[in-house]
């Protein structure tokens, strides 16, 4: 007497409602480990997710920055900065790329009347504003005409505004920057990024305290030194990025020996290894929770042995009615498999219930996706497949007369 699929789901189902206690028991592993693949994976890919989103608001992938090595201690005092002549050159070998700046920053204390507020004042040129993806909310931004007559001017960040001038008009007053007066002639963009908190802060909030003044200002009028230790560009296309930065890092090792004195970093490759970092913690976690889900199987398999040797006498009725060995096997592997993967539909289901609540606590938002749930609900189901095999097997080799004999 064969015994359909269809049945022994049926059987499987019967025999879990039946022993409810046990079933609850023999199914806690399996929900607890499919909950940690869901929360972990969503964890990691919101991470991923938001520090990419992070990199979008910083300009986007065309953008490619070039900074002072602090690892590097050259043996033969290759100076760690461009001089303004060095970057004049760079930029005049690199015709492809769409925009250009360099920065040179330090922090002051600005002033407006009796307000004061310290701040990150930095001298840049006019593409910064196109190289951060980030425009004036009121007044304008520096211009060429800035640039080229060192003009005492700055723009100022929301955060600046808010400080020194609070609900008052900012743009054509006059602020202390260093005991430099220049006059407000635009205010920036409040920067947010939704969803990305960190703690009480946001993401992007240390941008609203910067100020930006003409770089030659900064030059001749602030510093009295032309020490650039930060330059940022931007390519036309996202598939340029690689070979501008490959072709910008040839430019500078040359100019400087063949010393990597500089990091020269592209956002599209810095994506890129992100992505690749990403993959493997998420094998990483992955691996650790499954873990669990094996642990669960080990007590899923002691119980199906304990439930075989219960239905010993059971098992020789069926045997000696008709049903074939093989329809054993498939009756308790399918009955283990049923168990698991109702285990882990409950564990996905607690675990995406769970994720806004576990996002508020580490206050960042957690990503899940169908590859993350369909990966839990297979191992899940295969936890269950490898560890019934082994009872199954126990009990179709069952001696038919020995198990009607039981008692």
């Excluded at 002033?111 to 507020?117: G, K, L, M």
Aim: hydrophobic content about 45%.
């Amino acid at each position: 007497m064969a015994i359909s699929l269809k049945e022994n789901i049926s059987i499987g189902f019967s025999d879990f409602w039946s022993r409810k206690i046990r079933s609850i028991v023999t199914i806690t592993g399996i929900i607890l480990g499919t909950m940690s693949i869901i929360v972990v994976l969503s964890l990691v890919n919101g991470i991923n997710q938001q520090t990419l989103k992070w990199m979008m608001e910083r300009g986007g992938l065309t953008k490619i920055t070039v900074s002072r090595n602090w690892e590097y201690q050259s043996e033969t005092d290759q100076k760690n900065y461009f001089t303004l002549k060095e970057f004049y050159l760079i930029r005049s070998l690199l015709p492809e790329a769409a925009y250009f700046t360099a920065r040179i920053s330090r922090n002051f204390e600005t002033t407006y009347a009796d307000n004061r507020f310290r701040s990150s004042v930095s001298g840049v040129l006019p593409d910064f504003k196109y190289i951060e993806d980030w425009d004036v909310s009121e007044g304008r931004f520096l211009s060429e005409f800035d640039l080229k007559n060192s003009t005492d001017v700055i723009c100022i960040g929301s955060k600046v505004k808010e400080e020194l001038f609070g609900n008052k008009q900012a743009v054509g007053q006059f602020i202390t920057v260093a005991d430099k007066r220049l006059r407000v002639i635009g205010v920036m963009e409040h920067r947010y990024m939704k969803g990305g908190n960190i703690g009480n802060e946001n993401a992007l909030s240390y941008m609203n305290r910067w100020c930006y003044i003409p770089l030659s200002t900064m030059i001749n009028k602030i510093r009295n030194q032309d020490e650039i230790y930060s330059i940022s560009l931007k390519s036309h296309t996202v598939e340029e990025a690689s070979l501008l930065r490959e072709k910008l890092e040839a430019i500078i090792l040359n100019l400087r020996r063949n010393e990597p004195v500089f990091n020269i970093e592209s956002a599209k490759e810095e994506a890129a290894q992100m992505e690749e970092n990403a993959a493997r913690f998420q094998l990483i976690f992955f691996l650790i929770s499954a873990i669990s889900l094996f642990v669960g199987g080990i007590v899923i398999m002691n119980i199906m042995l304990a439930t075989i040797q219960e239905r010993t006498r059971e098992i020789g009725i069926r045997i000696t009615v008709g049903a074939r060995r093989r329809d054993i096997f498939l009756q308790f592997l399918v009955q283990t498999v049923v168990v698991t993967s109702l285990g882990g539909v409950l564990g996905i289901v607690f675990g995406l219930s769970i994720l806004n609540l576990v996002g508020k606590y580490l206050d960042i938002q957690l990503i899940a996706n169908g590859m993350m749930i369909g990966v839990a609900l297979l191992v899940s189901a295969g936890v269950g497949l490898i560890f019934g095999i082994s009872p199954a097997i126990k009990a179709s080799k069952l001696n038919p007369v020995e198990a009607l004999r039981y008692e």
